[in-house]
T-cell receptor, first 113, second 110 residues
């Protein structure tokens, strides 16, 4: 069972470089999320997608863009990376509704120098 | 705005001890509450999910309770083991809204 798969696992960027974090789930979930986790701050929502074709801003969207390519895939793009974007990024997915748990990927550890 | 608080922030116990982790939330209009564990440098592993209509869920040595009226959930770990050492996160879920606690870092000493 693959669940939620994130790539890459690690990435080092220089300030101003761009990159895309990939996320795919094989559980037929309709809702997908991107979070960042920083020490002492918990997980903060960057963007989410309630269904294929829709995306919405979360708590900390500045500096990021997302694409819900299809039902399986939800990518996060950093157009011009900044040191403040050094963090661990997690993708999650779930079915809309009260009974469905959240499932997380293993994270991408990003360092911007 | 939903706020989720976990107390204590860190806990150290000797192996074999029973322990309780606490989670409080401000908005009782939740769909469910989910407990995760996170090992250092790893992702989040789901432990238990309690729906808003339920009072508790059990899995092995773990028992989670939910009291919506008081805005509280607890995670009870029986007969703790060194392998239980991790950070435990409480997550509340409402309509299109997921709110995380910062977590309780647990260390079980052999």
């Amino acid at each position: 069972n693959a669940g939620v798969t994130q790539t890459p696992k690690f990435q080092v960027l220089k300030t101003g470089q761009s990159m895309t974090l990939q996320c795919a789930q094989d559980m037929n979930h309709n809702s997908m999320y991107w979070y960042r986790q920083d020490p002492g701050m918990g997980l903060r929502l960057i963007y989410y997608s309630a269904s294929e074709g829709t995306t919405d801003k979360g708590e900390v969207p500045n500096g990021y863009n997302v694409s819900r390519l299809n039902k399986r895939e939800f990518s996060l793009r950093l157009e011009s990376a900044a040191p403040s974007q050094t963090s661990v990024y997690f993708c999650a997915s779930t079915l809309t509704g009260a009974n469905s748990p959240l499932h997380f990927g293993n994270g991408t550890r990003l360092t911007v120098t | 705005k939903q706020e989720v608080t976990q107390i204590p922030a860190a806990l150290s116990v000797p192996e074999g001890e029973n322990l309780v982790l606490n989670c409080s939330f401000t908005d009782s209009a939740i769909y469910n509450l989910q407990w995760f564990r996170q090992d250092p440098g790893k992702g989040l592993t789901s432990l238990l999910l309690i729906q808003s209509s339920q009072r508790e869920q059990t899995s092995g040595r773990l028992n989670a309770s939910l009291d919506k009226s008081s805005g509280r959930s607890t995670l009870y770990i029986a007969a703790s083991q060194p392998g239980d050492s991790a950070t435990y996160l409480c997550v509340s879920r409402g309509y299109q809204k997921v709110t995380f606690g910062i977590g309780t870092k647990l260390q079980v000493i052999p």
